[in-house]
């Protein structure tokens, strides 16, 4: 079973309650990170972006955080907080180190999957270093897979000694709001959804 963890600060303070209660339901106990400014959460010091790629640059190093407090070959996954769970994920769970979420023509970092293991730690080593040196957390991790197009959907990838599977962004991370969501395990209203969002 998945451990879940999030975070954010008191900028979308009111983005928290929807996601939590939407991981709750599904089963799951969500971990969250406090990034300031709201008086509960795993305190974490960090600083946030209003600007396009560049969220979140120690995405990578609270996902670390929270993998190495489990115990190994455990599961964990990242969910922003501008997501809501609508059916549980574990069928993700499979034969690999890292699961990231693919869409048309890039890697989106709003819901990644990881195993407890030295491969997914030392990726996300590798991830904070070129986060913070391209000021992204999404800049990073497509800087580092370099994935080209959707065809790799389905496929499991070595990455930096990693093994890397790669997921659809539809079902797992879906922001296509013109299509039916009814099958997405997770719906993600990054930027220009948010005021879709289930307030």
């Not at 560049?54 to 964990?76: G, R, S």
């Not at 093994?163 to 039916?180: E, L």
């Amino acid at each position: 079973m998945f451990n879940i963890v999030t975070a954010s600060d008191d900028n979308l303070i009111s983005f928290i309650e929807p996601c939590l209660n939407s991981i709750s339901k599904n089963g799951y106990d969500p971990i969250f990170y406090n990034l300031g400014g709201l008086d509960f959460g795993i305190p974490f010091e960090s600083k946030t972006s209003s600007a396009s790629l560049q969220k979140f640059p120690k995405k990578p190093f609270v996902i670390k955080d929270a993998l190495e407090k489990l115990n190994k070959d455990d599961w964990l996954a990242w969910v922003d907080i501008d997501c809501i769970m609508q059916h549980p994920i574990d069928d993700a769970i499979g034969n690999y180190d890292l699961g990231v979420t693919f869409r048309k023509s890039s890697l989106n970092s709003g819901v990644t999957f990881w195993k407890h293991c030295q491969a997914s730690l030392d990726f996300l080593d590798l991830w904070s270093k070129v986060s913070i040196s391209v000021n992204g957390d999404q800049n990073g991790l497509n800087k580092i897979c370099q994935i080209p197009n959707n065809s790799l959907i389905g496929k499991t990838l070595d990455i930096e000694n990693a093994k890397v599977k790669v997921f659809d962004c539809k079902i797992y991370n879906n922001f296509f709001f013109k299509k039916d969501q009814s099958n997405a395990r997770i719906i993600h209203y990054k930027s220009k959804y948010r005021d879709r969002f289930p307030f």
